[in-house]
């Protein structure tokens, strides 16, 4: 993170002086290189390099709320988080119906794989092969799917200090969603596994279609054809 105070930058340059600073094109950014610029009347920031006319670097990145590098931070953590079980996992971007680099991320792992849907961008896949969605908070999902399916797992990131911390939440029909540290979640052969979701798929003894019928649904709710 570049500081914002001048004083602090000085000693961030010295910190970095044999580093290079690039406009990220993985937040959409356009790749040219940065500097350090430092001010006394405003907050110090990265600026684009002149270009090869000595005019103004032309940049369209408009990503820099905090969230804006989320995709690469689940990257980061899945890898290291299989990495600490002897799980070795492979992630890319995804994009599915033209979704913009960041707003889909495909985690593939021995067991099957996992599509992390960050926005609203692509629409959720249930029961397709080779991989389990898992939902950004800010991604809606309806009474029937929750209920077919009997729970959905979610993602957000929580700010803490200069990163980003992962955490997963189960959601099941008429209730909130519980959230959990990764480190309390498990890839099994079934799929991405949370407290929670263990609870509930203990009630059932394997995952399925949606049928008309949910008369032994766990969480109480029967469901006839044409309801």
């Known amino acids: 993170m570049l500081p914002l105070e001048t004083i602090e930058l000085d000693a ?3 910190q970095h002086e ?12 356009c790749g040219g290189r940065l500097t350090a610029k430092l001010y006394t009347d405003r907050v110090c920031h990265l600026a684009h390099y002149p270009g090869p006319d000595g005019l103004p670097q032309m940049c369209g990145s408009r990503a820099r709320e905090v969230n804006s590098a ?13 990495h600490a079980r002897d799980d070795r996992a492979d992630s890319d971007f995804a994009r599915p119906d033209g979704a913009s680099i960041g707003s889909v991320v495909d985690i593939r792992f021995q067991h099957g794989g996992l599509r992390v849907h960050l926005d609203q961008a692509a629409a959720p896949v249930w029961d397709a092969e080779g991989h389990e969605p898992v939902l950004g908070v800010s991604v809606p999902v309806d009474q029937d799917t929750l209920i077919c399916r009997w729970y959905v797992h979610r993602i957000r990131l929580d700010s803490e200090g ?3 911390r992962v955490r997963i939440g189960t959601e099941a029909f008429a209730r909130p969603t519980e959230w959990f540290a990764l480190d309390e979640c498990a890839m099994t052969e079934r799929g ?7 609870v509930n798929r203990g009630c059932r003894t394997a995952p399925g279609p949606c049928r008309a019928s ?8 029967t469901r006839s054809a044409g309801s």
């Open 192 to 198: 991405l596994s949370t407290p929670a979701g263990r």
């Open 214 to 221: 949910r008369g032994n649904h766990p969480l109480g709710v």
């Open 162 to 164: 200069t990163a980003r």
């Open 12 to 14: 961030f340059r010295c």
């Open 70 to 82: 989320d995709h690469l931070f689940v990257m980061s953590a899945a890898t290291a988080w299989l």
């Open 18 to 29: 044999h580093d290079t600073f690039w406009c990220g094109s993985l937040l959409g950014g």
